[in-house]
């Protein structure tokens, strides 16, 4: 074990301290943190070429993103449905079904991959970087697996911080009160810290609202892996690891479910939750820092404009869907 550590230590660190850099340069400039570690990862790319830090880069990009996808289920409980009310619930899950399925037409209309769709439509219709990152994990690979990765959470990011400035002016506009106006925030602004910001720009009862049900969205993350995963298994596409029959559930989606559960039934203290959630931010920005690592700008040019069309369809598909059933429901 010791000499493990010590292989993987290098490029773990760096990964780290990529981490750490981002997260302070947001706080002192705004940025988004996870868009930060992406393009100073993708500024070191050299690093993962070769070298002594290969093997923690690695490991950053594949173990402990895992992790931290596991910890946010330390965030997720089920008073947080009772709170909202079955048609709100309904409508957000309406929202992720359509937007995936939305997905999957345009980039058959756009004569691009499934892989590139699920990627794409999944992280627009649940948590953006971190929900590209863990569909990435089940996804079966390819030669573009980095790329397409690495072009969806830049993409996401960008668009979520956009959407961040335009959705509150829509709800302006619109004359949403301010409980309409946190769940449309919530249910369609990708990435969790631009939902708190948008949402407590309008009003303390939007961004709670928004806040609440960003959260119900993220509860989603495990189901949406979970049956990929089994789709994959059941056409028979799904590559085993070393030789071995992958699982059926793969284990950070059980302990996302697990963490769920406890925090479901107060199990966690709320201080120890927080702390969790604290470290599922750490974990994401270190695997986000080692995936911008791993790839290059030019192969990011590489995915084409039908890509990006794809994408920015997808997120106003999302917008329009939740909109009306907000205007369904009155």
Request: aromatic share 6%.
């Amino acid at each position: 074990m010791r000499q493990r550590a010590a292989v993987l230590a290098p490029g773990l660190l760096v990964s780290a301290v990529l981490a750490i850099a981002a997260q302070f340069l947001s706080d002192h400039y705004g940025a988004p943190a996870m868009l930060l570690a992406l393009l100073l990862g993708m500024a070191l790319s050299f690093l993962a070429e070769e070298g002594r830090c290969v093997p923690g880069i690695e490991f950053s990009g594949r173990s402990v993103l895992r992790l931290g996808v596991a910890l946010l289920g330390a965030r997720i409980s089920f008073d947080l449905l009772a709170a909202l009310g079955w048609e709100i619930i309904a409508l957000v899950v309406f929202g992720v079904i359509a937007t995936v399925l939305f997905g999957l037409i345009g980039a058959r209309l756009l004569r691009r991959g499934w892989r590139l769709a699920l990627l794409t439509s999944g992280s627009v219709a649940i948590c953006g970087a971190s929900a590209a990152m863990a569909i990435a994990a089940v996804l079966p690979k390819n030669e573009h697996s980095e790329r397409n990765l690495i072009f969806t959470v830049l993409s996401v990011t960008v668009l979520s911080t956009l959407a961040m400035i335009a959705y509150p002016i829509i709800t302006g506009s619109l004359a949403l009160d301010d409980r309409a106006a946190g769940v449309f925030l919530g249910a369609t602004i990708h990435d969790v810290a631009q939902v708190v910001g948008a949402g407590f720009s309008v009003s303390e009862e939007a961004g709670e609202n928004a806040t609440l049900v960003k959260l119900i969205r993220v509860s989603l993350l495990a189901p949406l892996v979970l049956v990929f995963g089994l789709i994959f298994l059941a056409m028979g596409i799904q590559q085993p690891a070393d030789g071995k029959r992958p699982p059926l559930v793969p284990g950070f989606i059980l302990a996302f479910l697990a963490l769920a559960t406890l925090n479901s039934f107060q199990a966690i203290p709320e201080a120890l939750s927080d702390e969790l959630a604290a470290l599922s931010r750490w974990a994401l920005l270190t695997a986000i820092a080692a995936v911008g690592m791993k790839t290059s700008l030019r192969r990011i040019r590489d995915v084409g404009g039908q890509a990006i069309v794809l994408i920015v369809a997808e997120t106003l598909f999302l917008a329009a869907i939740i909109l009306a059933g907000l205007m369904y429901l009155g």
